[in-house]
């Protein structure tokens, strides 16, 4: 399954898990655990303060959280790609079906019947990558990491490649007895 989302995302980390702590000393001990964890790279594990919301810099907040700005770009691009041509295709089959069904609407104007069917279901498609590219599972988590901040906590965020570090990071953050946030 992993492989088959890579494909529709332009990111290696489609998922992160975020866990609050209230002092620096646990969240910088759970950092160690984590980069402990089978095949986790220091790149994958980010710690934020109250000093990253207030830097001058006002992406490094964006960057620590969404890591691959590049990748987000990729995925807006397959994602739009790949949900539209599959609206395209079921537009098809769709059409294709009431066709030979002898649907009195599609046999009696055929033109206008496929370029109605295949045309909204193709932007249907569209309008579903542009869903997938939004994101709005991280945006959820995002928002709450900052509120965590304003308050002064401190955020563990975790960024796994795939679903058996995913869930191992959550397990291991679970256990913790921190907060844990985690997108889809």
């Known amino acids: 399954m992993d492989y088959l989302l890579q494909g529709m995302f332009g990111e290696k980390s489609l998922t992160k898990v975020v866990a609050l702590y209230d002092d620096k000393a646990s969240a910088e001990a759970m950092v160690g655990r984590v980069l402990r964890l089978p095949g986790m790279e220091p790149t994958q594990v980010r710690l934020l303060s109250q000093a990253d ?26 994602a739009h790609l790949v949900a539209g041509f599959c609206g395209f295709v079921l537009g098809l089959l769709l059409y294709a079906y009431w066709m ?17 069917i295949v045309g909204f279901s193709t932007t249907f498609g569209l309008l579903l990558g542009g869903l997938v590219t939004l994101r709005p599972d991280h945006v959820r988590v995002i928002t709450q990491v900052r509120s965590a901040l304003r308050k002064g906590r401190w955020a563990l965020v975790v960024h796994p490649t795939d679903s058996h570090q995913t869930q191992q990071a959550q397990e291991l953050l679970e256990g913790s007895g921190a907060k844990v946030l985690r997108t889809l």
């Open 53 to 78: 919301l207030k830097t001058h810099r006002a992406d490094l907040f964006g960057r620590k959280m969404e890591p691959e700005q590049r990748g987000i770009f990729h995925t807006a691009f397959r």
């Open 100 to 116: 030979n069904t002898g649907h009195v609407m599609v046999t009696s104007s055929p033109l206008l019947a496929f370029i109605a």
